[in-house]
């Protein structure tokens, strides 16, 4: 007992990793996700929590297999030496699935429950967009899942619904102060914005001396200002045709990709045409996944820019007054959730932008606790949205310029299936039966698709950074196909490829794996590179992308995006890393051009800046930051007993 005490107050000892790691038994045939997520009780989460070293202290329990985790447990761990880093990405997605959150998954459990490493898994999380229409959720699957999956892939603590209200109240500000500065005159708008007291003395809200301060007046008394002063300081006076703000909601429907508000009879014809986007395209969500305090997300949330005014200048959220409450609705979502593995192994949840319609990355602050906590021994698996080509250049050169970290290597996630596809296979429909290719061994299928693996791997390369592959196996995967996939990794640069059956076997499928990445990881660090300055224009650092990339011969640009670009330089947004809105099904602009295509341009059809953020956002082709549902979205196999509340269908 005396021995035991001693260890819950040293939870970096081996005895504490040990204590949570639960060892599976696979069944085969390889049930559903949701009966074997079922299957397994989740160990209560203070019990994790005290393993990885989180104080009680540290925690908020949402019932018993959830908890937030407080920040200042950095402050607590601020001088403990890090972990390794490693981000996993993949290559171009297709139908098939390359299985790279269930990789992630995986090797965390590898690595905590079968390899003696301290871990944790940091990851997205998942909105209900795709988690009701066609992609399913994201707690990885088989016997490599975060649980509870249901509630890791429906509400979880409530984040994403934070964002939506703080990203809806900021729409509803912008509306609300057009119409009030349209039907008012500027000294009625001036005392209604500072109103008087019962003895007639007006004040400025705290708020409002960011605005002053901005527009240079020195003045703390609202009855000093000069009628001028007045004027500048009440009439944000937008052009409401540079409005990049629009409302969210965290479902797929493309009714809503464009709308008119304004139609009542009350708002006396102040109509205009706007749009909905789903919420993880918000800026908010790309401000809590970037943000490293809660001081620099209210610097952050305050400096977001929704338009310009006529002169020509950004308009903020804090010019609205507005920013300090958006900071209040996301007081609790800034703190990630701490859930586990089947395998007992630690997660944290947090943030989850898209990586084609947004950087698609975890937040900051989960990978900073993570890096803390698994001590200068262990290992902190970050996940990177969609292709290399766009998550983890996003990784690189957003993340890791606000962050300041580096990885020590990059996991590329490959299938012999997916590339297949990428090499001339057919097309994949949804509910029709597989082809002949990808069930039966064809290796010529398989080289001519292992040149978009290849593409990437050289990619990652540029960073300066090692790359292992994982060879994602399914049953159909034949030797020789799995021994030309690994012989053609080594040769084109990887450090290591290992095949990893984490899905049938979990964490004992990727034991190889989780061993290749360790010993990668002790190599000497290369110097890590971003791919641009930030010096460059916003031009420039799209072509580079786009060139060193995707592979494009150049960029194409409206006259909208032209028009855009002369503004958020003028406006001084020009420094800032660039964060480019592209199909994730191909290198190219093209969702159908698999592989690794030639000869193409990438289209910018129009620019945001997401000054809060801190980055520019082009928008590429036909790119929609509203999803739509298709003909057969997965809620029609999501229900519940009514008797015993459980859930059956979520995948």
Known sequence: ??????????????????????????????????????????????QIARAAGIQESELDLYGQAKAKVHLSVLKRLADAPTGKYVVVTGINPTPLGEGKSTTTVGLAQAMGAHIGKRVFACVRQPSQGPTFGIKGGAAGGGYSQVIPMEEFNLHLTGDIHAITAANNLLAAAIDARMFHEATQSTDALFNRLCPADKNGKRTFAPVMFRRLKKLGIDKTDPDTLTPEEKEKFARLDIDSKTLTWNRVMDTNDRFLRSITVGEGSLEKGHTRKTQFDITVASEIMAILALTTSMADMRERLGRMVVGSSKAGDPVTADDFGIGGALTVLMKDAIMPTLMQTLEGTPVLVHAGPFANIAHGNSSIIADQIALRLVGEDGFVLTEAGFGADIGAEKFFDIKCRYSGLTPDCAVIVATVRALKMHGGGPPVTAGAPLAHEYKTENLDLLHAGCANLGHHIKNLKKFGVHVVVAINQFATDTEKELAQLKEYCLTTGADAACVSNHWALGGAGAAELAEAIAQTCAKPKPEFKFLYPLEASIKEKVETVAREIYGADGVEWSEEAEEKVARYTRQGFANLPVCIAKTHLSLSADPSKRGVPTGFKIPVRDVRASAGAGFVYPLIGSMSTMPGLPTRPCYYEIDIDPETGKITGLS
Do not use: G, W
């Open 1 to 46: 007992l005396a021995i035991r005490n001693l260890c819950s107050r040293l939870p970096h000892t081996r005895t504490i990793v040990m204590e949570t790691a639960r060892r599976l038994t696979p069944l085969n045939p390889v049930p559903s996700d949701i009966d074997i997520a079922q299957a397994f009780d989740p160990l209560p989460i203070a």
